[in-house]
């Protein structure tokens, strides 16, 4: 328990981004790599332990495979007979030299970073393994802690205080919180906006003092989203509000069920009022960039739009078998038209969905076809069995997939873990509800 809560503290202060060359990189990597040898020789693990988990498991050590077959040295005839790689052949002749073996991946520095960056989903699911039943139910509390730390500490970015965070590469003055992207990091405060009808329900408790808590946390969460500029952000913080509602549906009309049938719709309208009031008075006030900026233009997101065919071109020239993890930006530059030269470089595709296809092929696509499926069967069988847990992990990891549909999130070691962590409770196996009613029922 104290080392997964040291790893998600470290994971809070230098994982927030994605970038190979940040500092915040080497911390985590070797902070995980620590705490896992500890958990290794000091945790009393049992095969149960794992049973539960082994779908996640095996979802990593997947990816884990593909981007190890993707390091293996090919003969020059095979690695050349490659979709893509005649133009790299000019190298080895203008150097005058015989053409040497080279694995399948372009860059393969790149693909060894990727590589090397799996040990924090894999270490942050050593350490819930480790945990003891009844230790579980602190991670929510602590995760929904995270969230609000970083929120708060985007409210004084907005207020104009110089917070440089020498672990990742933030902007200076923009509002991002922990993170270095202003899209995750509204990507992770909408996961805040999920996780706390869900804490105030835990264990179907009463929400009592929880109730103005999580109310005030709501509002705290989706101003600092609106004040993001995170424009992304305003889709995944909507989505996120009506999920969380869906989530503790059942456990409103319990809370509620001695009070007139209007009581619940009442106060469901109630907080949408207010939620909207604080919209348009953050709109009002000029403190609402994220709504500033979906309707005006922007180069930088104009120019997402304009690489898309290059991009697509990417996928059609490098199929099947890709051009190996890591290695979009240095290849971009190899097909980049002189039309979207810039200062900047274009680093991902901002589609994440398309790029992991683009670095792994066809086995990319089938490993990420085999996790949607289980997810898709997991989330049925966590609604069915009533697993409020479980059913939150199930909407974590649709927000995931939504954001990377048009962004990267996925690849900051914070959000890896957080990804293990909501895939650990949609895995964790629920009893059935018995047939016969509670004697309080």
Known sequence: ??????????????????????????????????????????????????????????????????????????????????????????????????????????????????????????????????????????????????????????????SGAAIDNPFINERAGQVSGSLANRNHFALFTAIGCLMIPTWMFLDGRKPQWRTPVGIGLLLLFILVILASGSRAGILVGVLAVGISLLLVRRNLRRALNRAPRWVLPAGIGLLITAIAAFVVISISAGRAPSIERAFSGDAVEDLRFRALPTVWTMLKTYLPVGIGFGGFD????????????????????HDDLLEIVIEGGVAALLLLLLAVVWWIRATIRAWRNDAPLARLGSAIILLVLVSSAFDYPARAPVMMAILAIAGAWLSFTVPPTPALPANSR
């Open 1 to 158: 328990m104290f080392l997964l809560a040291a790893l998600l503290v470290v994971l809070w202060v230098a994982g927030g981004a994605s970038g190979a060359d940040v500092l915040g990189q080497a911390v985590v990597r070797a902070t995980t790599w620590l705490l896992v040898i500890a958990a290794i020789m000091f945790v009393p693990y049992s095969k149960a332990s794992f049973s539960d988990l082994r779908p996640v498991f095996l979802i990593v050590f997947g990816g884990l495979a593909l981007v190890a077959l993707q390091l293996v040295p090919l003969p020059a005839s095979w690695w050349l007979a490659l979709p893509g790689r005649a133009p790299f052949a000019q190298a080895a002749i203008a150097a005058g030299e015989l053409q040497p073996w080279r694995p399948l991946a372009i860059v393969p520095d790149a693909a060894r970073n990727a590589a090397s960056s799996l040990i924090v989903p894999f270490g942050t699911l050593i350490l819930i393994a480790g945990l003891r039943l009844r230790e579980r139910a602190w991670l929510l509390p602590t995760l929904l802690g995270l969230v609000s730390a970083s929120a708060v500490l985007a409210l004084l970015q907005f």
């Open 330 to 349: 240095p290849v971009f530059r190899l097909h980049e038209p002189f039309a979207l030269l810039k200062p900047t470089y274009f680093n991902h595709a």
